[in-house]
């Protein structure tokens, strides 16, 4: 089964294609992928054995030559992860009104000419409400005018598929074929807690991702802790808390250093003795040893492996580049329980 992957990122799918592959002996082989972010292709091409895939960058450019979508080999399957920002909750959420909204549509001409039997898309949940399901309504009729003949959508939750991490995002599966299939959540799960042998990364929890040790440089100052503990301020309240089991849904700006309701943080009693803060009194925990997450631990949340790390380490690859990365990357797991579920459990590439 031949498959592109756009919108790459550092290949969340992809990884979740090879793991299927090595797992399966289903061949789910990549021929093309794009991306446009420099730091996230080296993270990227330092990690995949790349044989002759078509490097298409950015897909609108790509899409708007003719020859070049001509001259691309037909695939099977098309993975990707569709800007999201423009219908994030964090941003304007100006939808198929904003430049990355419509970069959605701006795959008309690839699947016309291509005409992939299957195409499997993420997005973040608020994608369902926004415009008041006027943008869901566009996007499903978007594939219906193409011919699928199936045209789904999953909300999977990270957290239900070995990482610990809230993360609930939507999967747009659509086939040329119709399907009978039961494409809930429930399902997958059910699926998925079926699979005995695998290669993935399971963590039952947060400390089974935290390290023991941490550079310094990773710990909050006196300076900076009192703002991140914080029950917000005087224009904006929150309720703070750290040492969560289920960590935080991961952000491409968590580098940012958000208050503690926004982004992940552990107490080293947490870390090493399993002892919570979760609601400590704030003057008591501003005198505790408080850090952030490390990047190869907001990989890790994510289903990458240490070889995955150290490759992009190797590669140059900053650790500001690696926490955005980590924080715009497709769960892995994730990536192999739908998958799993589609090709290898439903079979639906024989029906």
Not at 66 to 85: H, M, R, S, T, W
Not at 165 to 173: E, H, L, M, P
Not at 268 to 279: A, Y
Request: glycine content about 6%; charged content about 25%; some cysteine.
């Amino acid at each position: 089964m031949r498959y592109i992957e756009l919108f790459s990122g550092i290949g969340g799918f992809r990884k979740a294609a090879e793991l299927i592959t090595q797992d399966t002996g289903i061949n789910m082989n990549c021929i093309a992928f794009s991306e446009i972010d420099t730091y996230a292709l080296k993270t990227y091409e330092s990690n995949y054995q790349l044989n002759g895939e078509v490097r298409m960058n950015n897909i609108v450019e790509f899409t708007a030559e003719k020859d070049k979508i001509e001259q691309l080999n037909d695939f099977d399957l098309l993975l990707g992860g569709f800007p999201c920002q423009a219908f994030s909750l964090l941003g304007k959420q100006l939808g198929l009104e904003d430049e990355r909204g419509k970069i959605l549509f701006s795959i008309h001409e690839l699947l016309a000419g291509k005409n992939p039997e299957f195409v499997v898309l993420e997005n973040v949940r608020n994608i369902l409400k926004h415009d008041k399901g006027k943008t869901l309504n566009k996007i499903l009729d978007f594939f219906k005018s193409h011919g699928y003949k199936y045209v789904n959508y999953v909300l999977l939750d990270t957290q239900n598929f070995g990482l610990p991490q809230k993360r609930a995002r939507v999967f747009f599966v659509c086939s040329k074929k119709e399907l009978d299939i039961d494409l809930s959540e429930d399902a997958i799960i059910n699926n998925f807690s079926s699979i005995t042998e695998h290669s993935l990364n399971i963590y039952e929890d947060v400390l089974d991702i935290l390290d023991k040790k941490a550079d310094n440089k990773y710990y909050l100052s006196e300076k900076i802790k009192h703002t991140i503990l914080a029950d917000g301020s005087k224009n904006f309240k929150s309720r703070s808390q750290i040492d969560l089991n289920i960590a935080r849904t991961l952000t491409a700006t968590m580098v940012k250093m958000h208050r503690a309701c926004q982004d992940n943080y552990y107490s080293d009693d947490f870390i090493l003795k399993n002892h919570s803060h979760k609601d400590t009194e704030k003057e008591i925990l501003y005198k505790k040893p408080v850090r952030k997450l490390t990047p190869w631990e907001a990989l890790k949340l994510q289903g990458f492996d240490k070889e995955f790390y150290d490759n992009a380490i190797l590669s140059k690859v900053s650790e500001h580049q690696l926490y955005k990365q980590a924080g715009n990357a497709l769960s892995v797991n994730t990536g192999y329980a739908l998958l799993h579920y589609l090709f290898v459990k439903c079979k639906i590439q024989d029906i």
